[in-house]
């Protein structure tokens, strides 16, 4: 079995994701869209922001599978 994903807040992982080249390119109301181009493709995705509050796993899912990372790496990405 793999390793559970922390429990993570919306600015930690965008600050996260802007390791690998994600920048949010807008934001409109609550959801803010990262855009970038990490393994020879542009990935886009939406991070709902909702201060002081924790996002379900399913969501941080997502947000990977979106911007094409494993698990494993987005770990790594937040210890750096």
């Known amino acids: 079995m793999g390793e559970r994903l922390p429990r993570v807040k919306p600015l930690p992982l965008i600050k996260a994701l802007s390791k690998i080249g994600m ?4 934001q409109k109301g609550s959801h803010a869209q990262l855009r970038g181009f990490f393994k020879g493709e542009i990935r886009f995705t939406t991070i709902p922001i909702h201060m002081g509050e924790e ?3 399913g969501i941080v899912l997502a947000v990977l599978r979106d911007c094409g990372i494993t698990k494993k790496e987005f770990m790594e ?3 750096k």
């Open 23 to 26: 920048r949010v390119e807008r």
């Open 55 to 57: 996002l379900p796993n």
């Open 77 to 79: 990405l937040l210890k």
